[in-house]
């Protein structure tokens, strides 16, 4: 068997009781590596660039071995730019390739640059209409249950690439899961990491990475999840929060 630890962090209380949000990572690991895995995420939440927490959640469960879904991790590609503005046509005509309405990729954009603080999960946006899908609010739709399946093939295989930081292996799992959920055509996301600008957009098991998307020193990030019209937006959001997905690198 294996668990799934995830933490989640904020400051000025719990995050139910209107605390900001610091912090949140997870991961599915075994019964011996759960005790280091515990205090790992802690230290995390400890030392954010965010803030220091007053509020760290870690929750615990046992997943079945035959539960678990192994799923590939999409092609990286970077893309250099040198200014946000470009990252972000950049993005928008990407998500278009991914046969995204420019209506839907506009809206998104709208969405996320009217955020006057950090979403702590995903919007549902109709792929066609722009319409967002989510009756969530700020909480929007949190993805959970995903690793790495192999933690130190996929390390080396991502340094190799010049690509060993953390955001972009999270980044990457996660990606890789919202990829993989029926109904789902693409993803545009940006860091509440103030010192992080690089963002991407995901889409036919690829996943662009694009080295400018906000201003340096903005602590607001979001991510929009780009869903079929005929999708069943319950069987997604069940996927996303509970299935868990182990991915693997190649
Ligand atoms: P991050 O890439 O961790 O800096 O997160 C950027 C934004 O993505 C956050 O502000 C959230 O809106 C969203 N986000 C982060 N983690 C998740 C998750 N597990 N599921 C859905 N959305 C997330």
């Given at each position: 068997?294996?668990?799934?630890?995830?933490?989640?962090a904020a400051q000025g209380?719990?995050?139910?009781?209107?605390g900001d949000h610091i912090s949140?990572?997870?991961?599915?690991?075994?019964?011996?590596?759960?005790?280091?895995?515990?205090?790992?995420?802690?230290?995390?939440a400890l030392h954010h660039s965010k803030g220091k927490a007053d509020f760290i959640?870690?929750?615990?469960?046992?997943?079945?071995?035959?539960?678990?879904?192994?799923?590939?991790?999409?092609?990286?590609?970077?893309?250099?730019?040198?200014?946000?503005?470009?990252?972000?046509?950049?993005?928008?005509?990407?998500?278009?390739?991914?046969?995204?309405?420019?209506?839907?990729?506009?809206?998104?954009?709208?969405?996320?640059?009217?955020?006057?603080?950090s979403?702590?999960?995903?919007?549902?946006?109709?792929?066609?209409?722009?319409?967002?899908?989510?009756?969530?609010?700020?909480?929007?739709?949190?993805?959970?249950?995903?690793?790495?399946?192999?933690?130190?093939?996929?390390?080396?295989?991502?340094?190799?690439?010049?690509?060993?930081?953390?955001?972009?292996?999270?980044?990457?799992?996660?990606?890789?899961?919202?990829?993989?959920?029926?109904?789902?055509?693409?993803?545009?996301?940006?860091?509440d990491d103030p010192?992080?600008?690089?963002?991407?957009?995901?889409?036919?098991?690829?996943?662009?990475?694009?080295?400018?998307?906000?201003?340096?020193?903005?602590p607001?990030?979001?991510?929009?999840?780009?869903?079929?019209?005929?999708?069943?937006?319950?069987?997604?959001?069940?996927?996303?929060?509970?299935?868990?997905?182990?991915?693997?690198?190649?």
């Amino acid at each position: 068997m294996k668990y799934s630890i995830r933490m989640r962090a904020a400051q000025g209380g719990p995050h139910e009781r209107g605390g900001d949000h610091i912090s949140g990572a997870e991961r599915i690991v075994s019964e011996s590596n759960l005790p280091t895995m515990a205090e790992q995420l802690v230290q995390r939440a400890l030392h954010h660039s965010k803030g220091k927490a007053d509020f760290i959640n870690i929750t615990i469960d046992g997943l079945a071995d035959n539960a678990i879904h192994y799923i590939k991790a999409p092609n990286i590609i970077t893309h250099e730019v040198t200014t946000k503005e470009d990252g972000w046509c950049t993005a928008q005509a990407l998500l278009g390739q991914f046969g995204i309405a420019p209506q839907a990729v506009e809206r998104a954009f709208v969405e996320l640059c009217s955020l006057t603080q950090s979403m702590r999960g995903a919007m549902l946006i109709d792929a066609t209409t722009g319409e967002r899908l989510d009756n969530l609010g700020h909480r929007g739709v949190r993805v959970t249950h995903m690793d790495m399946d192999d933690e130190d093939g996929t390390i080396a295989t991502l340094r190799a690439r010049n690509l060993s930081n953390v955001h972009v292996r999270e980044a990457v799992v996660l990606s890789a899961k919202v990829l993989s959920a029926p109904g789902i055509v693409g993803e545009l996301c940006w860091s509440d990491d103030p010192d992080y600008q690089v963002g991407y957009v995901s889409g036919d098991n690829e996943y662009h990475r694009i080295t400018k998307m906000k201003d340096l020193g903005s602590p607001i990030g979001g991510r929009v999840f780009f869903v079929k019209s005929v999708a069943d937006m319950h069987a997604i959001i069940e996927y996303l929060q509970h299935t868990p997905v182990l991915v693997r690198f190649e």
